[in-house]
Every structure is written in C-alpha cells, then in structure tokens.
C-alpha cells in the first residue's frame, strides 16, 4: 500500500478504483486489481 498526500492521480490509474473514506482517512481501494491500494492521512 502506498501513502501518498493526494490520491487524485492514483484513483484514475485502472477504472475500478474507489475513493473510500474510512475512520477519517481516506483510501483507494480496487476489488479486481488489489495492487492499487493507497492510503492519505
């Protein structure tokens, strides 16, 4: 998982990326690719 300051760029890398915010950070989450998951916050 990567930590990065903004997610913008990284949820448009494949398109079933979803911008999640859980517990007051927020996540990119990807059911079929799981290689794409990053975390801000």
Known sequence: ???R???KSLRGRHRNNRLVRRK???YVI???NRR???RQG
């Open 30 to 32: 990807n059911k079929t």
């Open 36 to 38: 794409f998951k990053a």
């Open 24 to 26: 007051g950070r927020v």
């Open 1 to 3: 998982m990567k930590v």
């Open 5 to 7: 300051n903004s997610l």
